[in-house]
């Protein structure tokens, strides 16, 4: 069985302060990892993604995460919050075709 | 919307009644998804179809019926015997490989 675990329901950080939603995960094999982002009463979309290659990975709008296999994590960050980044992010894994998304974290960036 | 167009945005019902949810996508992909996302939870996989006249159950089929005719349409039914209804239905494609590409979501109330 496969699982991710989002530790935070919700994290607040003033506007031009460092970020990070955390994110760990389980599973037998070597996963694809995923950051989606999701807007009020809007779908999913993707922000990152870990494939295979440099445990660094940089995604949209500034985003980045690590990908840290001996801790099984996957946390996202951003050196400095803007306002719009304020929404609810999902970590996810795929395994041989199976994707498994945690339960969101909802960010608040406050000015 | 990752060529996945999902209609009507919102949908209200009378309990016990059957409702159809549409998901179209343009882009000629094999595969289709349908999630249930509820406050808190994250999403959960309903149905899954990787072929025309084919699909499969995922972890909370129950209450729900799906078609697959043809290749561009993936209807999802939320029948009465869904006992919590109420929720945010996302239907999602995967790109040439993960990740997954959502719809815009349609938004079902049962009352």
């Known amino acids: 069985a496969q699982s991710v675990a989002q530790p935070e329901d919700q994290v607040n950080v003033a506007e031009g302060n460092p970020l990070t939603v955390k994110c760990t995960y389980s599973v037998s094999g070597n996963p694809y990892l995923f950051w989606y982002v999701q807007y009020p009463n809007r779908g999913l979309q993707v922000l990152l993604k870990?494939?295979?290659?440099?445990?660094l990975v940089k995604g949209s709008y500034g985003f980045e995460a690590e990908f840290n296999k001996s801790q099984t994590s996957f946390h996202l960050k951003k050196p400095s919050a803007l306002v719009s980044d304020s929404a609810l992010y999902f970590c996810?894994?795929?395994?041989?075709?199976?994707?498994?998304f945690g339960d969101g974290t909802t960010l608040t960036v406050k000015p | 919307d990752g060529g996945i167009t999902q209609s009507p945005k919102y949908l209200f019902r009378k309990e016990g009644q059957n409702v159809t949810l549409s998901c179209e996508q343009n882009?000629?992909?094999?595969?289709m998804y349908w999630y249930r996302q509820d406050p808190g939870q994250g999403l959960r996989l309903i149905y899954y179809s990787q072929i025309v006249n084919d699909f499969q159950k995922g972890d909370i089929a129950e209450g729900y019926s799906v078609s697959r005719e043809k290749k561009e349409s993936f209807p999802l039914t939320v029948t009465s015997a869904q006992k919590n209804p109420t929720a945010f239905y996302l239907c999602?494609?995967?790109?040439?490989?993960?990740?997954?590409?959502f719809g815009n979501g349609t938004r079902l109330t049962v009352t």
């Open positions: 999602a494609r995967p790109a040439s490989g993960p990740p997954l590409h």
């Open positions: 996810a894994l795929t395994n041989a075709g199976k994707s498994t």
């Open positions: 870990y494939i295979t290659g440099d445990n």
């Open positions: 882009l000629n992909h094999d595969a």
